[in-house]
């Protein structure tokens, strides 16, 4: 049973930087689409990012291209999500997830697709 488990949350002022792991113990990455996700207090989650089975193809939501970066390290069977220019906004729980339908190429931008969730971590981000 595949597990994703997430870390690198926590508290930093507005304009800072953090980075989140998504870690896959004793799974190939390369089997699973990877998103990531975020849900803030009241609202519902949604879409962030996501890196495609092949790790050829990123897609990022318009509210975080520039600032954000997916990427992953296949020997240790992690995805990471460097998140920069941090705003309040920003502020919420954080998801990894896996798709394990994917096209080798292709990366879900929907929750319905994946079927693999982390525990999430939170992020806060201070004005």
């Known amino acids: 049973q595949l597990q994703l488990v997430e870390s690198g949350g926590g508290l930093v002022q507005s304009g800072g930087s953090l980075r989140l792991s998504c870690a896959a113990p004793g799974f190939g990455l390369g089997y699973y689409a990877i998103g990531w996700f975020r849900q803030a207090q009241g609202k519902e989650r949604e879409w962030v990012s996501c890196?495609?089975?092949?790790?050829?193809?990123?897609n990022y939501a318009d509210f975080v291209k520039g600032r954000f970066t997916i990427s992953r390290d296949t020997a240790k069977k992690t995805v990471y999500l460097q998140m920069n220019s941090l705003k309040p906004e920003d502020t919420g729980v954080y998801y990894c997830a896996a798709d394990p339908l994917a096209v080798e190429a292709v990366c879900a931008m929907t929750s319905y697709d994946y079927n693999h969730w982390g525990q999430g971590t939170q992020v806060t981000v201070s004005s």
């Open positions: 890196l495609s089975r092949s790790g050829v193809t990123t």
